[in-house]
């Protein structure tokens, strides 16, 4: 029996598809550790748009170091801040190195709210799906 166009069968689980474990190491990060990375990544990049800049114009700095905060952490290290605390990381689908234009898409789509919201099966947000990348447990 063929399927037809848009009839996948169900996962199992989130990641199934990518070929991911279920639980634990390589697994894909769920939501309750994606919501507390982006706390914290975004308390990081108050500090120094309220403490340094301040005023009025703090709140168009803030998204732009978080931004910022991004591009630079997650190809270095391989995630955010809140990511590694979290025990998470970011990597491309095709695998090797995630690069800076990953980093620097998936994060403008972030500050926009709305991919963030948009979710697949495999629990991955639209700014990962653009961005080629998924966030996995280290």
Known sequence: ??????????SEYPGER????EHGQGSIGR???RL????????????????????EFAMWWHPIIFVVLQAVFIPTIG???GHRFTGMHVVPIAGGW????????????????????VWDSDQRGFHDKIAGTVLIRS
Do not use: H, N, T
């Not at 037809?4 to 169900?10: C, Q, S, V």
């Not at 507390?36 to 005023?55: C, E, Q």
């Open 98 to 117: 995630v690069g800076i234009w990953r980093p620097l898409l998936r994060s403008l789509l972030i500050i926009i709210v709305i991919p963030p919201l």
């Open 31 to 33: 939501i309750g550790r």
């Open 18 to 21: 990518l070929g991911l474990p």
């Open 36 to 55: 507390i990375a982006l706390a914290i990544d975004w308390a990081l990049a108050s500090i120094p748009a309220y403490l340094l800049i301040g005023g």
């Open 1 to 10: 029996m063929s399927q037809k166009f848009g009839e996948l069968a169900p």
């Open 79 to 81: 995630g955010s801040l």
